[in-house]
């Protein structure tokens, strides 16, 4: 993977600072900061990459200090208590879902990017379209989708967007700390992310809080699937 500061690309996406999957190892080895590149970006079929790297080098300066690296919490983890704001604009907060299973993931409206929030938005749908196959284990359940960015995605713009995704807002919620809560919140999951402008750069993490509240499991980046979510919802179900 490799953080980059790049030009707008035509009927795509405005210039922006992302974090990109780079498949040349030999390529990545050589990239460091403040090196300059020509590339090309791939988009297919829900992944994308960068490929056929060309590198022009420049000074090495010290790493972006704006950048949040947190640490990852343990499973069994009692998770805190934190207060969002939903679609409807209601105060919500994590310990009124004891009692059920909740799976929570971060997203922002505005990433352009489809193996990022698309994705976990697309996997969540997969999981609830299955979740109504078993009235039982979607009973159980809750979701939730958590915006990194509290200045842009107001309730109203995420009930628009979450409205693509499903009608069943109490089952699936879209929600929205308060700014000053979000660096707490985001840690907590061990969340990494970068603000930079109108855009955001963060890593990927998606979450299973059991019934008491604890941490169940961590599922990070991409590579994880909503059949290997639904395994783990009847795992818990039926201990």
Known sequence: MATIAHEAIPGFMGAMTM?????DEEALSRLEARDQILAILVVEEGNFWLENLV??????????????VSQEPEPGSEVPDFQLVNQNGKAIHFHQYRGSMLLLTFVYTRCPLPGYCPLMSRYFNEIKTELLTRPDLHKATHLL???????HDTPAVLKKYGSSYTRDFDHWEFAVPEAANLKSLASWFGLSYWEDGDQIIHSLRTAFIDPEGRLFKLYKGNEWKPEEVIRDLETLRSR
């Open 145 to 151: 989708s958590i915006s990194l960015d509290p200045p």
């Open 55 to 68: 590198i022009t080098k420049g000074p090495s300066v010290p790493g972006n200090s704006s950048l949040q």
């Open 19 to 23: 974090t990109f999957p780079v498949k």
